[in-house]
Structures are given as C-alpha cells and as structure tokens.
C-alpha cells in the first residue's frame, strides 16, 4: 500500500521556539493532506485540509497564524508550529489522499506514524 | 454535525477469543465507514471500509457490515492473535464534508493475550 512518512517522530522544545513537521508521501502524488492533532485518549480532530500549490483550509476553532501549512509539491506538507506553548503539546499526524478520478477505489487517506511535540 | 461514538477500552482478550468492537454514527445523508488501525509506534492503516448500507467490509479476519437502520458499523473478529494488538478506530466520511473529511471515533485498545 501507499506509504506517507513523518518527520520527526518526536520533538521536544522551548516555550516560544518554532517547529516543523514534514510529512511526504513516498510513492504516490497527493493533491491533497490532512493534518490531525490527537489528544490522550481522544479522537483526531482535523485540524487542516493541505492543497498543493493553494492555501490550506483550516477548521473552526484553528489558528492559521499558530499553525502555518505549506504544500508546495505533490509529495510534501509541512506544518509548522509557530511560537509553540506547552499548551500546544500534543500528537499531531499526517495523511496523504490517493485519488483515482477513475473511481472511488482508491479515494483513501494513508496516515504518517504522528508527531509527538512536547513544549517545555 | 457528524460524529463516530466507539465502545471504550481497553479490549483485553485471550487468543482466539471472539472480538466485537461496537460503533455508531450520526450522520446527514449516507457517509462511508471505515475502521483504521494503529499498531505501536506506526501510523493508521485502512483496515477495512463499507460506502452503503448492507456493505461488508472484510480483510485479515475482520469484518464490519454496515447497518443504517441501527447507524453502526461493529468490527468483529472470530478468533483473534497477540498480532492483532493494537488500536482500533471507527471513522466516517459523509456528505457533509465532502466526502473529503474523516471524523474519528475516540479508538479502543484491544490487548490480546497468548
């Protein structure tokens, strides 16, 4: 199947500092990521929809100053965490969408292995 | 809006015990369900998915048939393996969103032991 890596898996940093995650799909093209942050023992909420080459579109309640997404190639989504806060710790993941405008077969989003920012 | 509710865990089961995982939904229209997993240290993985109601959904033992009079999606496994240890998640794509968006459950843990 599809693979979508994540990088890093793990980060740790200082109140204020900025971090960015990568997330790349490996053997295929996607017009499209999402990103995800997940809490303890909850659900993954949708935090944004990545377009390649546009603006994401980001869902209510996320800030897209604090959470800056750029998808500037068919294989490559990076969310940055800008002046990240301990309250911004959390487990944040990738997908990649494998589209098929010949069906729906392969209308699926494949998941990177997740982030986990720890702001200290 | 739409939502996902999945029975809590942890799920802990001897090998080869019957699984069941409960999940329903509240949806406009008529979403696609899947379930995802997540073993220990890798992302989620397409388990299986069902896009209308009767549908079932099977792979690696695991089946789930969509049931839109009662709005669930129940995963179920006739004998389960230490393998199958993992994090479970009912998730749904509806009309409302596109069919773009996915809305998870909370997960279960299931622990399966020799």
């Known amino acids: 199947g599809a693979v979508v890596s994540q990088h890093p898996s793990r980060v740790i940093c200082k109140s204020g500092t900025s971090v960015k995650i990568e997330c790349r799909s490996l053997?295929?093209?996607?017009?499209?990521m999402f990103w995800y942050r997940q809490f303890p023992k909850q659900s993954l909420m949708l935090m944004a929809t990545?377009?390649?080459?546009?603006?994401?579109?980001?869902e209510q309640g996320v800030e897209k100053d604090k959470f800056l997404i750029n998808h500037a190639s068919l294989t490559l989504s990076t969310l940055t965490v800008t002046s990240a806060h301990p309250e911004d710790s959390s487990f944040y993941i990738c997908?990649?969408?494998?589209?098929?405008?010949?069906?729906?077969?392969?209308?699926?989003?494949?998941f990177g292995a997740g982030t986990r920012l720890s702001v200290l | 809006g739409d939502s996902v509710t999945q029975m809590e865990g942890p799920v802990t089961l001897s090998e080869e015990a019957f699984l069941t995982i409960n999940c329903t939904y509240t949806a406009t229209g008529y979403p696609s369900l899947f379930w995802y997993v997540q073993y220990p240290g890798e992302g989620l993985q397409l388990l299986l998915k069902?896009?209308?109601?009767?549908d079932k959904g099977s792979n690696k033992g695991f089946e789930a048939t969509y049931r839109k009079e009662t709005t669930s999606f129940h995963l179920e496994k006739g004998s389960v393996q230490v393998s199958d240890s993992a994090v479970y998640f009912c998730?749904?794509?509806?009309?409302?969103?596109?069919?773009?968006?996915?809305?998870f459950g909370a997960g279960t843990r299931l622990a399966v032991h020799p």
């Open positions: 997908s990649a969408r494998d589209w098929d405008t010949g069906g729906s077969a392969k209308n699926i989003q494949y």
């Open positions: 053997d295929f093209q996607a017009t499209t």
């Open positions: 069902a896009t209308k109601a009767d």
């Open positions: 998730a749904l794509s509806g009309p409302s969103g596109g069919y773009n968006k996915l809305i």
């Open positions: 990545s377009n390649e080459g546009s603006k994401a579109t980001y």
